[in-house]
């Protein structure tokens, strides 16, 4: 790579200056809409079980987001943020991870997180933030997080990870691990300063890190045409001398192919990666929000035909992967599941009153205990009050 | 006058204030076709125009920066952080540039004019990254002033009085009231003063202080404690810096005692200087501790909100005790 500093360089002797389009980047795609493979592309190495086995990450996150939408409309949840649309990106690219690899996700990844073996039982013990959600019923629906799976527990700010995973990276570098981090964001987040923090010092430090950048269109309201000028995100990573590759985020092989090779390389020799997935944001920002103030309809129907669990299905079935039977017979049993987990989370107990103060500091200091002592006369009073 | 929850109280003042100058623009994320994610700039964008009222790219601290560069060209930009938990990416430009452009340049440049509105506060439901009280950590800025309203009256007013302030401002709006609060607001243009608390009840036994949502609790807390014959004054503060010590004063040497509520944590907490300051004036008029009702010294939950809270039981307990000090 050339530093311009001191390696050799090009000289000119005309002004020309390079505008923000000079740089366009093409889109790694494998599959066709009609799920066939193009022509000149190579399949990635893919055995049944792992190709099913995203396939029913994918519909499980589909299932799992429209019960839990609907439980937000119901009143039985007071959030919820669901993937449609976006559920080959982060299931596929989860997929092309090893166990060991750590992840630092947004808030739209459920799909990544389930594909790493997160339970039903967990995902609803985290939304109704009962005693036994892991997280102890301190945010919002959707902030998982999961030390066994090696999830890193979600955080509202946006992109404050990003220079997190840059610096878990490079924890597993100095430990000589053969072990990668994977860091999810939007093409919104990546307008945050932390974003830049993050990228550069990748770049310096050479952390074996992969951005994946879910440039889904939106940021809330706010439609990627408002949020930067120029080619997307993919050249910024470009411009901090980071290796990038764009791809199609609703192909399911692209994903999962881009995913391994962008590891690949990083355990051959550390550097980071960044990833930009392309795809559409279909459902609501989440259930506190409604697209139809800002989006049309029509816009939406465009992209709903390009659906990546409709065109990997295709895939599968012209590679006889799928049986239909047992494909139905599986959604059938998995909505069961999601419904009988959703009652058993719903009738658990809240965090006890000591959760309150517990973990604030690796030990209950003094003045919390104090403070807890207090708060528990002022709630056995406030008991009575309400019983009076 | 009509009818006016608090997110059109000020969507009203700002309608109000770029219409009548049309330096004033309003930005942030979400804030332009959408009118924000609480609709407080809605209508504004087709009223006004693109250059005037717009969607910014999502970083806090590009908008503040941004904001602090206006602000110095002459403009008054009226700048939305969507929820005050996110105000921290901006807080170097907002504590370090903000608060000390005109001491730093011998007032050679400033940036009067700037507000960063933006929703604080607990109770709905939203864990800690959606319901911090983040005052204290402006309060500490000399140069900042911070305000926070109890209502749309009071909202519209100190709004309209922050944009054509010569000072930069914090402007925290309480988002539990957002469509909770309503009352009749006068539809013209009106100030209120930047610096001076509001007696909102009279009383004579005990002092209740407070600011923004948790004025509603103390208002209720003092119709609990009227009802059992204890006569409670209480207190709007309005403006935390620069705050109104004498109005407070005044009533706690009638009073002899004083209790404040806030919901951020107790500890470093505005009640502490607040306490601090009373006490050094009112000593020895004082009949009981100031007593402080506030949120844990913990990051605030999502499960136990209720419990955290501090709500008119908690304050109707603490005057008790005062009382029978
Ligand atoms: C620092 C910060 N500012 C603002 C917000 C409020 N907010 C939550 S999500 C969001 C939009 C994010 O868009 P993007 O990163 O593109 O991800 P997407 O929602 O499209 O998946 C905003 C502004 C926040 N969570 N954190």
Known sequence: MTNPNNATITLVHRARFVDGHGLTIPTFRLLKDDGQLYADAAEPVLDRQQALAMYRSMVATRLLDERMLAAQRQGRISFYLQSLGEEAQAVASAAALAPDDMILAQYREQGALLHRGFTLDQFMNQLFSNEDDLGRGRQMPVHYGCRELNFMTISSPLATQIPQATGYAYGQRLAGEAAVTLCYFGEGAASEGDFHAGLNMAAVLKTPVIFFCRNNGYAISTPASEQFVGDGIASRAVGYGIRTLRVDGADTLAVFEATRQARQLMLEEPQPVLIEAMSYRLGAHSSSDDPSGYRSRAEEERWRKRDPIGRYRLWLGHRGWLNEDEDRRHSDGLRRQILEAMKRAEQKHKPPLESLVEDVYAAVPRHLERQLDRLKKQDAANRKRERA | MKQMNLLQAVNNALDLAMARDDTVLCFGEDVGHFGGVFRATSGLQDKYG??????TPLTEQGIVGFANG???????????????????????????????????????????????????????????????????????????????????????????????????????????????????????????????????????????????????????????????????EVIDLQSLLPWDEDTVVESVLKTGRLLISHEAPLTGGVGAEIAATVQQRCFLYLESPIARVCGLDTPFPLALEKQYMPDQYKILDAIHATMNF
């Open chain 2, 70 to 232: 206006l602000a110095a060209k002459g403009l008054k930009p009226v700048a939305e952080i969507q929820f005050a938990d996110y105000i921290f990416p901006a807080f170097d430009q907002l504590v370090n540039e903000t608060a000390k452009f005109r001491y730093r340049s011998g007032n050679q440049f400033n940036v009067g004019g700037l507000v960063v509105r933006t929703p604080y506060g607990g109770g709905i439901a939203g864990g800690h990254y959606h319901s911090q009280s983040p005052e204290a950590y402006f309060v500490h800025t000399p140069g900042l002033r911070v305000l926070v309203p109890r209502g749309p009256v009071q909202a519209k007013g100190l709004l309209l009085a922050a944009i054509d302030c010569p000072d930069p401002v914090i402007f925290f709006e309480p988002k539990r009231l957002y469509r909770a609060a309503v009352a009749e607001v006068d539809e013209g243009h009106y100030q209120l003063p930047l610096d001076q608390a509001e007696v909102v009840r009279q009383g004579s036994d005990i002092t209740l202080l407070g600011w923004g949502a948790q004025m509603e609790y103390l208002l209720n807390a003092a119709e609990l404690a009227e009802g059992e014959g204890i006569s409670c």
């Open chain 2, 50 to 55: 693109n250059d005037r009222c717009f969607n």
